[in-house]
Nanobody, 115 residues
Framework: QVQLVESGGGSVQPGGSLRLSCAAS????????MGWYRQAPGKQRELVAT???????NYADSVKGRFTISRDNTKNTVYLQMNSLKPEDTAVFYC?????????WGRGTQVTVSS
């Protein structure tokens, strides 16, 4: 069993920055890939970025060059640094972890980008 807790969401103006954090606890040794997804009202949850246990990253085209995902294995935490935020980034951001047969989700943190 893995528990994920997100933090760092908030409201910013276009062009601003936020850093999201996701702390994992429980059976953390079983985790392989971690990532961030987001869901806007009326839309499907979509992938934002992922990072493997070895540090390999993958990004959605819409965030490449603006967002950076990183992982601190010592602290069992994954981060998402978001720069040059746009109004279309507004969504609930969810932390995700994949472990063997299971996929785990955090409860989400709201990110709002508006002027």
């Amino acid at each position: 069993q893995v528990q994920l807790v997100e933090s760092g969401g908030g409201s910013v103006q276009p062009g601003g920055s936020l850093r999201l954090s996701c702390a994992a606890s429980g059976s953390i040794l079983s985790i392989n890939t971690m990532g961030w997804y987001r869901q806007a009202p009326g839309k499907q949850r979509e992938l934002v970025a992922t990072i493997t246990s070895g540090g390999r990253t993958n990004y959605a085209d819409s965030v490449k060059g603006r967002f950076t995902i990183s992982r601190d294995n010592t602290k069992n935490t994954v981060y998402l640094q978001m720069n040059s935020l746009k109004p279309e980034d507004t969504a609930v951001f969810y932390c995700n972890a994949k472990a063997a047969l299971y996929v785990y989700w955090g409860r989400g943190t709201q990110v709002t980008v508006s002027s």
